[in-house]
Nanobody
Framework: QVQLVESGGGLVQAGGSLRLSCAASGSIFSVNMLRWYRQAPGKQREFVALISRSGSTNYADSVKGRFTISRDNAKNTVYLQMNSLKLEDTSVYYC?????????WGQGTQVTVSS
C-alpha cells in the first residue's frame, strides 16, 4: 500500500505563504487525480485542489488565484503552494488519491494563519 506523508505546514501571518508537500511511498506516475483537502475544527473536510496526470488543475473557489497545485512524478510528490493566506485558510491539510476501491489519505499537516 502507498503511504502519503504531508509536510510544510506551520504558523504564518495573514498575507504570507507556505508550500505544502505530500510525498508518496510508491510511484504516483499512474495516478490520475491527486487532490488536496482541508478540514477546520468543527467543520467537514472540504476539497481544495486537484491535478490530473496530464497537469490539468481545478480549485475550490475559495482558493482560486491564491493556491497552486503541482506534481513531480519523478519525486512521487504533490505540492500545494499557498499565497496570500487568510485567517479562514487555517485547517489541517490532507493529500488524497483514489486507486480502484482504495481511498488513500495522509495524516495531514496543520496550517495556522494568524492576524
Amino acid at each position: 500500500q502507498v503511504q502519503l506523508v504531508e509536510s510544510g505546514g506551520g504558523l504564518v501571518q495573514a498575507g504570507g505563504s507556505l508550500r505544502l508537500s505530500c510525498a508518496a511511498s510508491g510511484s504516483i506516475f499512474s495516478v490520475n487525480m491527486l487532490r488536496w483537502y482541508r478540514q477546520a475544527p468543527g467543520k467537514q473536510r472540504e476539497f481544495v485542489a486537484l491535478i490530473s496526470r496530464s497537469g490539468s488543475t481545478n480549485y475550490a473557489d475559495s482558493v482560486k488565484g491564491r493556491f497552486t497545485i503541482s506534481r513531480d512524478n519523478a519525486k512521487n510528490t504533490v505540492y500545494l503552494q499557498m499565497n496570500s493566506l487568510k485567517l479562514e485558510d487555517t485547517s489541517v491539510y490532507y493529500c488524497n488519491f483514489v486507486d480502484g476501491s482504495t481511498n488513500y489519505w495522509g495524516q495531514g499537516t496543520q496550517v495556522t494563519v494568524s492576524s
